[in-house]
């Protein structure tokens, strides 16, 4: 089992930039590729960034390129997405998730999940 726990989110203006970040444990942190989707009220959960289990690669959702960076310090078991430039539409539950086998932006090949941060952006 892995457990992963979210923090960072908050309220924000349009234009801020916020932080999270998602401590894992339970197995070894550079098992996994680790991935960070989003889910707005009413919506379908969406796909936001990924990065490899060595950091070496990166994908992005085209609505968050250019705006978001995904990272990952595998010596303290974190991943952290930083946010800029954020829109009112990037309000949402955001979530990491771990995947040990898959690399990419389907959350069904995700293994675990945490429980997700709120973030709110005002216009």
């Known amino acids: 089992q892995v457990q992963l ?55 992005y959702a085209d609505s968050v390129k250019g705006r978001f960076a995904i990272s990952r310090d595998n010596a303290k078991n974190t991943v952290s997405l930083q946010m800029n430039t954020l829109k009112p539409e990037d309000t949402a539950a955001y979530y990491c998730a771990a995947s040990y086998r898959h690399y990419g932006l389907a959350g069904a090949q995700y293994d675990y999940w945490g429980q997700g941060t709120q973030v709110t952006v005002s216009s």
Not at 41 to 57: D, L, M, Q, S, T
Request: glycine share 18%; hydrophobic share 40%; proline share 4%.
């Open 5 to 59: 726990v979210e923090s960072g989110g908050g309220l924000v203006q349009a234009g801020g930039s916020l932080r999270l970040s998602c401590v894992a444990s339970g197995r070894p942190f550079n098992n996994y590729h680790m991935g960070w989707f989003r889910q707005a009220p009413g919506k379908e959960r969406e796909f936001v960034a990924a990065i490899g289990w060595n950091g070496a690669n990166t994908l």
